[in-house]
T-cell receptor, first 115, second 110 residues
Framework: DADVTQTPRNRITKTGKRIMLECSQT?????MYWYRQDPGLGLRLIYY???????NKGEISDGYSVSRQAQAKFSLSLESAIPNQTALYFC??????????????FGPGTRLLVL | QKEVEQNSGPLSVPEGAIASLNCTYS??????FFWYRQYSGKSPELIMS????GDKEDGRFTAQLNKASQYVSLLIRDSQPSDSATYLC??????????FGTGTKLQVIP
């Protein structure tokens, strides 16, 4: 079974709709992240959480919100989707301790199309 | 604003050759450096991590770090068509979040 899972894997929605992308992990990591990836722009950080009570904005948080329901679950919401939020979204986890600290473990991604 | 710079490519090399991928970073206090490989439509996966100056080898892959020049590179020896992918450089300072470069696309020509 995959250590980091994302649902849905693909989503088509319309402008103005609210949608939620979900991420679950079985790695036992405290740190979780949401990234979006666009051609030519690489991976950009949307939000990150270092533990259940800690939520931080990344470089492109406008138009997004998150919820850390438990150590293993981190959800990303688009309150009112717009076409320029069309992208590939990745959830990731990391463990800050020990050798290999901050290695990012990525989920399979969610491909989102906003019409 | 911490920056990680990579040539977007594509970098084309013949099968069996050495592929050299380069990355520069702006934050002098950066401590940990990573190379990820990403196949088209897939998620990034870690290839190498390096924390101190010098070379680190793992099979056909060698990571090189020069903190004085703020430069990290990845060498792939005996390149194979299966190495064709986008390679992402990533940098972190201490226990902080990671900053990714935009990636270099590598094409290995049979």
């Amino acid at each position: 079974d995959a250590d980091v899972t994302q649902t849905p894997r693909n989503r088509i929605t319309k402008t103005g709709k609210r949608i939620m992308l979900e991420c679950s992990q079985t790695k036992g990591h405290d740190r979780m992240y949401w990234y979006r990836q666009d051609p030519g722009l690489g991976l950009r950080l949307i939000y990150y959480s270092f533990d259940v009570k800690d939520i931080n904005k990344g470089e492109i948080s406008d138009g997004y919100s998150v919820s850390r329901q438990a150590q293993a679950k981190f959800s990303l919401s688009l309150e009112s989707a717009i076409p320029n939020q069309t992208a590939l979204y990745f959830c990731a986890t990391s463990d800050p301790m020990g050798q290999g600290a901050e290695t990012q473990y990525f989920g399979p991604g969610t491909r989102l199309l906003v019409l | 604003q911490k920056e990680v710079e990579q040539n977007s490519g594509p970098l084309s090399v013949p099968e069996g050759a050495i592929a050299s991928l380069n990355c520069t970073y702006s934050d002098r206090v950066s401590q940990s450096f990573f190379w990820y490989r990403q196949y088209s439509g897939k998620s990034p996966e870690l290839i190498m991590s390096i924390y101190s100056n010098g070379d680190k080898e793992d099979g056909r892959f060698t990571a090189q770090l020069n903190k004085a020049s703020q430069y990290v590179s990845l060498l792939i020896r005996d390149s194979q068509p299966s190495d064709s992918a986008t390679y992402l450089c990533a940098v972190t300072e201490g226990y902080q979040k990671v900053t990714f470069g935009t990636g270099t696309k590598l094409q290995v020509i049979p």
